[in-house]
């Protein structure tokens, strides 16, 4: 049977201005819609399976054969082998360094794409299968709301792509220099908007164009992840990781630093997929919304979400929570509303968080580099805190292995004043100096960024 993707808002009846979509669409659907028509997130209706075996001869092999794996599984029933063989091959050419900083205690660095985030990993694999969907003689408009580095790696991922325009909002005070330069120098296809607001206000700029009836002429779809088509990339590292590192059959913890939750859920369907994985951490910053309910059994999204320097990691309401909830038996809203919560304790025997802040963040990049000569930036340092808060309550020796989600290089300032260090650039950010381009400054009102849309975008190629 192929899979189809359903709402994660299929059940929510008599609920206020939401009218809840019971049908399922393919993933083609689901990638070039982005969201549903209620504002739910689209969820896969069958979790493929994966052997162990089939893991463990992955062992020794180039990255593009995990993601083959995975690919096939979800999608060869959409798009011939030839196109998943292509799209795989053209999305990962870049190295995926795994690194022993202390006995059976990795950091793997997702760093070394073209926009030095782990980003890159899901934004090159999404544009080529939308390349590959698209209706013909008519033009996609993505929307991303950005953080920090979603923002330039779909950009980059999308830059020159025909048929395809993506206009990218990120809250003005919130991304450092490099991030702010990255993104407002893309150029060609790809235009950014400086919103005078929080990223969650950026967020929920881009989820009510979604379900304006009058913008649905612009065929809106979404990079970010509530796109599913981001989702899916990300299950690969995690098995890509484990088939290099595990030794037979055994365990593994990943510790993925969390802020709107997709590299988390990449872990979660990993694991569901077949993937033997002993602990899912998932550390946060000071948004410390999922620790509470974690702790507490009771929801409360931080509003407005608290500004910190692992910066990409600034959500007070992670998009992705739905489909978490989804997974445990659980319904929330976009806009935070708890409709059924989950099976808390399933939940906690597969899940870890604790929220870490500044000073922790700061103390963990300071303290790793005087005991092992690594060097984390700001999120792999919140993902280093939070694996060994993890260790605290389970002591006994594992496999683990934490996500180092950005190159140091991208947060220059932070890492001179705390390890008196400059970090060399790596290749894909050294030309950045000599890139012009600027962003569009617009207020969070919902109005003034539908009359930009209207007036900017395109509808024919």
Known sequence: MPIRYYSTNRNLKNVAGITPFTGKVSFKEALLKGQASD????????????????????KGKPYSDTAL???????????PLETLKKVVKDSYNYPVPLEEVKFKTYVMRLDQGPTASFKDFAARMMARLMSNCRPKGERLNILVATSGDTGSAVGEAFKGVGGIDVTILYPTTEVSNMQKKQLDTIGSNVQTLSVDGKFDDCQNLVKQAFSDSDLEKFNLTSANSINFGRILPQIIYYIYAYAQLAEKDEQAIFSVPSGNFGDALG??????????????????????EFPIFMATGNYKKVSPSRACISNAMNVGHPSNLARFFELYGGTVDRVGQVHKYPNLEEMRQHIFSVSITDKQTRETIKNVYKD??????QHGAVGWAGLFEYFKTAPEEKLAICL??????????????????????PESLKNLDQRKGSAVSITSDFNDFKKYLQKNLKIKE
């Open 404 to 425: 180092e989600t950005a190159h140091p290089a991208k947060f220059p300032e932070e890492i001179q004043k705390l390890l008196g260090l400059t970090i060399p650039l």
């Open 267 to 288: 872990c979660e369907y990993a694991r569901r997929m077949g993937l033997p994985v002993a602990k899912l951490v998932m550390p946060t910053n000071e948004n410390d």
């Open 39 to 58: 504002e739910g997130l689209f969820m896969p209706d069958t979790i493929p399976q994966l052997s162990i075996k089939d893991i463990q001869k992955l």
């Open 372 to 377: 092992y000569h690594v060097i984390l930036e």
């Open 69 to 79: 794996l995975v690919a096939k599984a979800f999608l060869a029933d959409e798009f």
